[in-house]
């Protein structure tokens, strides 16, 4: 295998790993193309720990060449020429986690950092641990995913009227990012979708996302218009738009930029639905933060969390300073907003940003948590994921190769899956009841999407999940997810579905810091964890006692 | 119907028409506002719910004030719950009434005044008197194995003539001679001289609290020094004894210029001396103050929220407390020494540092009835001033703090870190500091034990503890555990600033849109409730097998004013589901808005084409519509978002 060219050393014994809520052990570090393998040696005990590679977001290493100081230490120091250097590596993980090991000798330190280095962020993804993974009671013969347009489309007759399935992109020529099969009005065939597509960045024409039951309004996705500075139009995008509320006295857009942000968006190309061409829209414009920002914003919360300073003024202003809650908020408001728009006035939604990757799926995916119950169960849960992140062309491998602790220069990441999850965890404390799925799934999802054993959150769109073949050779998350066992840890032992939709309280005063997630690495959460699963237990033994 | 649950004494002052606005919604409700001796109560039209707000209720300067061409005299009422109401009243006249007649009754002048004693919950002589005996603070002593062969009971101060703010009955070392104690008691402010408070029996260290000594800048006592050197010989696991003195060291060496201050190491022999730097009453209630600012205004962003609640500095200072609470707690269970605890006179940091450490070393003022215990030692006994601090009657404002606020608040800090250390819940917390304001209980009338006696509250007027203790079944927490308790019987919590939080339920308990919309503490019980009768289990002998809480109806019957609990009701839209919901505090059956308007849900829908779409408000959308489209596009200002926006 090619990994081994990156492994000088393979083996090191006597190598002290200190980790959060374990005392310090002493014991064998073994590295592998796609793992840290430590295990413990000492009586009595024997853990093994084992650390996906893409797991590390940033390492530091520290020698300390004691041979240097031979003058202080010539009594006792040259006599064992090869232990009289050391080296300690830090490993800051994208799970948050952070490690260290103590290496003895300089060179075996310096191989294993530089192993770690390289293997770490190797960037073919066919040579990812998803596709060596192997578990026994999985087959890549099963399923793979929970859900497709065709599926959803299938499954909801009520849009067979009016909708139809179109299959467009099905070599992935019309819109690279989107899936082959889409959900348009019945009126637009496919050639004036094709003409769309080039009047939108990426080609990401209008789509339904959300087919609201209640009242037949429905939620549409896309990029913005390339309208440029020359005011273009396009016909047939109009004529799309139109088609999507016919009947209807009008529709609104949510533009996720600021008005000023999309008017500047002219200049290079893109733009907006202007109001003389698109006169039964009403634009509602809520800037949301994206890209670096957010990515700076993960950054600076993470590491006022790490500070150990233990003041209260200082905390306060450091996570006031992350901007971090404040994107939550945002985030909350905008898809409650977008759940207002359709569930209360009664409209249909367009939704988009500039590239319709990021937020544009962000909000569509809360309003739909908000809106409908069917979102709400554990498979509906992942489900939404699958449709609204993967399918529709987030891409998880740019937004999601590092975290907070990369030194790397950052390019594309941003932790926009994170955000989501962090609203969820608030929607899901505001309505213990009314989720069927677990804070623990959330965390395992955080983990998941920067480092995984199943080939889920690959690449960046469908199209290059299939070139990879994704589907034929790893094994999916989601199913993994809704094994018996698996189910029954993730599912939430109090779930009472309920038909209504869960509007969220966004006043600051009701959100919180995600402490499960951003402080799980303390004994403080870790004790809180424990009596969580204590409760969680009790809760389940009364509810079947209750039953029987 | 509504007639016959409104107590006679309402046809005092009526005014109708008048109209309530949510603070933090657009809603506003049209009824009627009535106001009786003790209760402010509005009642909103076409609808049979009443809603009152008690006693607590003070007006803020800006109450009354009108402004010309307006719809209406606005009111706005800030309660010591932390409740806020904006009245909007047609007349300027009418208002103007109410507000000079709610100015007059939350001044009163006597105690007598007060509602506990009017309030007559139908017992008779003997309930009552049961009621004032459920707490025994001899049997507690006895409890944690005092008196003992190191520590005795002194009569010293039987009729209250050596320290007039001290209970009764104290404890103190068998070494310690009354000569010994009078001598120590002058030479401490307010003569409250060292006395033990909480005895730690696996380590026979004492927690003991007193005054700060009058030693200025050169000044001893002999009997003082002897006091506490009675004090560390009574625990042989020790040769010394920490002085813990809550103040800031600046405060502190103030005091010196004016003949008080801190013990000089120098003198005493065997005590080791520590600030603890909890600020004191006036920051504490600058600080609150701040923090309601912060929190009440509109529309609140994420940034000023967190900004304004780092300046507010409330959580520092609760942080403070816990911490010196943990060193308190530290000191006696790891090290085995007896501690000494003042403040400047021993009455508002010190209660809060004794009650909190005692609380986090013995588990048994974890549970309902042993936190009852604990609030009757370390804060009724020990003479916190309630009256002063709590502002009962028409007092000195600066004397107004809320220390025993802050207390709560610590313990709720700590049942958000144990979740099952405590056999309360939330609720609990909530409830007594309700009726720390109420005064429709004798409990925490007055400053001290003797006040109180000469009131002859017992007498007179009933106790909360009985209340509670009847209630018992709503304030449990379904998630406590003995066996955790007997695991864990010393918590060690962690101070780290993240995991203090800000607590909603106390500063917006009224604020309906603010809250979670579902609470899982009713489906527990009820779970776990239903999970026993399955089981066969008999509830245990003190709680009865759950009934349903008191609906809002048999209780009203029962009173002539409506009860207590019910006053908790006075805002947003009612109905009846909503009435539900406040009896239970968070307990809701319903889901946000939406549930509130099942009851009808054709409005839903319906709601797109009026204002009442704009209820549930996501931020400034109208706003960046109006503004940000305007410029390009001109008059594509939409009237619903628009028309909400101005009336808010």
Known sequence: ?548 | ETKKRMPESTKEHRVEQVRLLDRFSSKSTNGTLYLTATHLIFVESSSNNSTSAGQEIWVSASGGDCSAGSAGCPLVIQCRNFRMVQFVVQRERDCHDIYSSLLRLLRPVSYEDLYAFSYNPKQNDQQREEGWQLIDLGAEFERMGVPCDQWQLTDVNRDYKVCETYPRDLYVPITASKPIIVGSSKFRSKGRFPVLTYFYQEKKAAVCRCSQPLSGFSARCLEDESLLQAISKANHNSRFVYVMDTRPKLNALANRAAGKGYENEDNYSNIRFQFVGIENIHVMRASLQKLLEVIGSRPLSMSDYLVGLESSGWLRHIKAVVDAAIFLTKAVTVEGVSVLVHCSDGWDRTAQVCSLGSLLMDPYYRTIKGFMVLIEKDWISFGHKFADRCDQLDGDPKEVSPIFTQFLECVWQLTEQFPQAFEFSEWFLLQIHEHVHSCQYGNFLGNNQRQREELQLRERTHSLWAFLMSEKQNYLNPFYSPAYSEAHPVLEPSTLPYHFKFWRNMYHQFDRSMHPRQSILKTILTLRENSRKQLGVTPVATSDPPAAPPTRVQRSNSNTLPPRPDSLILGAPINHKEVQRHEEDDEQEEVGEEAMESTDTERTVEGSSGTDSRKQSYGELEGTYNSDVAKEEPAVVSLEFGVARMTC
């Open chain 1, 1 to 548: 295998m090619e990994f081994s060219e990156h492994i000088k050393t393979a083996n090191v014994e006597d190598v002290v790993l200190r980790q959060p809520l374990h005392p310090p052990s002493r014991g064998t570090l073994c590295i592998t193309g796609h793992h840290l393998l430590f295990s413990d040696r000492e009586e009595g005990s024997s853990r093994q720990v084992l650390l996906l590679l893409r797991n590390i977001d940033a390492i530091e290493k520290s020698v300390e060449n004691l041979l240097g100081y031979s003058g202080f230490f010539s009594k006792a120091g040259l006599s064992e020429r090869t232990s009289g250097s050391s080296g300690t590596i830090t490993i800051k993980c994208k799970d948050l986690q952070v490690l260290q090991l103590d290496i003895p000798g300089m060179e075996q330190c310096l191989n294993i950092a530089h192993s770690i280095e390289t293997l770490s962020c190797l960037d073919s993804v066919s040579e990812m641990y998803p596709f060596f993974y192997r578990p026994a009671d999985l087959s890549l013969q099963d399923q793979w995913g929970l859900s497709s347009p065709e599926s959803y489309y299938s499954q909801m007759k009520e849009l067979h009227g009016r909708w139809r399935l179109s299959s467009v992109n099905r070599d992935y020529s019309v819109c690279p990012s989107y899936p082959p099969a889409v959900i348009v009005p019945n009126s637009i065939d496919d050639d004036t979708l094709r003409k769309v597509a080039k009047f939108r960045q990426g080609g990401r024409f209008p789509v339904l996302c959300y087919y609201h039951r209640k009242n037949g309004m429905v939620i549409m996705r896309s990029s913005q218009p390339l309208t440029g500075a020359n005011r273009k139009r396009c016909k047939e995008d109009e004529l799309l738009l139109q088609a999507v509320i016919d009947g209807s006295d009008k529709g609104y857009i949510i533009d996720t930029r600021s008005s000023q942000q999309a008017q500047q968006a002219r200049m290079t190309g893109g733009g907006f639905e202007s109001k003389s061409c698109y006169s039964h829209w009403k634009r509602l414009h809520r800037q949301m933060e994206r890209g670096k920002a957010l990515q700076e914003s993960l950054i600076k919360l993470v590491e006022a969390c790490g500070d150990e300073s233990n003041n209260m003024d200082r905390w306060l202003s450091k996570l006031e300073n992350s901007k971090w809650l404040s994107y939550v908020q945002t985030a909350l408001s905008t898809a409650g907003l977008l759940a207002e728009c359709v569930e209360r006035d009664g409209h249909s939604v367009l939704v988009h940003g500039s590239e319709g990757t990021d937020s544009s799926l962000l909000i569509s995916t809360l309003a739909q948590l908000i809106m409908d119950p069917c979102c709400r169960t554990l498979d509906g849960f992942l489900a939404l994921l699958e449709r609204e992140w993967l399918q529709a062309g987030h891409p998880f491998q740019q937004r999601c190769a590092h975290s907070a602790y990369s030194h790397t220069r950052l390019q594309q990441e941003s932790p926009v899956f994170l955000l989501l999850l962090d609203c969820v965890w608030q929607l899901w404390r505001q309505f213990p009841l009314a989720l069927g799925f677990s804070e623990a799934l959330l965390l395992r999802l955080a983990t998941e999407v920067y480092a995984s054993d199943y080939g889920t959150f690959l690449c960046n769109s469908d199209q290059e999940r299939c070139a990879v073949g994704v589907k034929d050779k790893t094994h999916c998350l989601f199913q993994a997810l809704l094994r018996p066992r698996e189910k029954d840890y993730y599912s939430n032992p109090l779930y009472e579905p309920t038909e209504l939709a869960i509007w969220p309280s966004v006043h600051p005063q009701s959100l919180q810091l995600w402490r499960g997630f951003f402080l799980r690495w303390t004994q403080q959460i870790r004790h809180l964890e424990e009596a969580q699963e204590e409760i969680r237990n009790m809760v389940i033994e009364w509810g079947k006692l209750a039953l029987s």
